[in-house]
T-cell receptor, first 112, second 109 residues
Framework: DAGVIQSPRHEVTEMGQEVTLRCKPI?????LFWYRQTMMRGLELLIY????????DSGMPEDRFSAKMPNASFSTLKIQPSEPRDSAVYFC??????????FGAGTRLSVL | RKEVEQDPGPFNVPEGATVAFNCTYS??????FFWYRQDCRKEPKLLMS???SGNEDGRFTAQLNRASQYISLLIRDSKLSDSATYLC??????????FGSGTQLTVLP
């Protein structure tokens, strides 16, 4: 069974550009989470969805970040405009009924 | 006080040693507890859930102490392949999971 699928795996962009990260959760899971991980701050929850509805976006750093989940099998995290301090690994994770999370392989973002 | 606190380590132990990690949490209403393992430059992966009665999976034993609000992970007969960062995870409000900052383990030959 396929796990959580994220794309792209690596993204290098220049400051000011728009970045879109994509995620396909495990089929049947009703929760989807976006995390960001850096050495300094560890793993931070950005936003999570339940049945495609955003529940808590208090972790989203600022208005430059937005996330959508148009259907049960797809979510995007968009950064516009991107800044060097956004460089991090972005993980998507899904779960069933809020239990154990299963993570995708992550997107390693570098903003130059 | 952080919601979930772990000793960051690093723990450096020889092969075959027994090593234990503790994790404390602040939300007494937490219901779900997990240990995750994260290898360098990889995603966190579920190691085991932690049940009230304690549970074992091969060389790994997890314990929960609700009165003192901590969970523990014991690794027996450690292997080189156990080298990783171990993350304590606790449920918070609205089914949100809170991750500790992780404990780094290196098993030495």
């Amino acid at each position: 069974d396929a796990g959580v699928i994220q794309s792209p795996r690596h993204e290098v962009t220049e400051m000011g550009q728009e970045v879109t990260l994509r995620c396909k959760p495990i089929s049947g899971h009703d929760y989807l989470f976006w995390y960001r991980q850096t050495m300094m701050r560890g793993l931070e929850l950005l936003i999570y969805f339940n049945n495609n509805v955003p529940i808590d976006d208090s972790g989203m750093p600022e208005d430059r970040f937005s996330a959508k989940m148009p259907n049960a099998s797809f979510s995007t995290l968009k950064i516009q405009p991107s800044e060097p301090r956004d460089s991090a690994v972005y993980f998507c994770a899904s779960s069933l009924a809020g239990q154990a999370l299963y993570f995708g392989a992550g997107t390693r973002l570098s903003v130059l | 006080r952080k919601e979930v606190e772990q000793d960051p380590g690093p723990f450096n132990v020889p092969e075959g040693a027994t090593v234990a990690f503790n994790c404390t949490y602040s939300n007494s209403a937490s219901q779900s507890f997990f240990w995750y393992r994260q290898d360098c430059r990889k995603e966190p992966k579920l190691l085991m859930s932690v049940y009230s009665s304690g549970n074992e999976d091969g060389r790994f034993t997890a314990q929960l102490n609700r009165a003192s609000q901590y969970i523990s992970l014991l690794i027996r007969d450690s292997k080189l392949s156990d080298s990783a960062t171990y993350l304590c995870v606790v449920s918070g409000s609205a089914r949100q999971l809170t991750f500790g900052s992780g404990t780094q383990l290196t098993v030495l030959p």
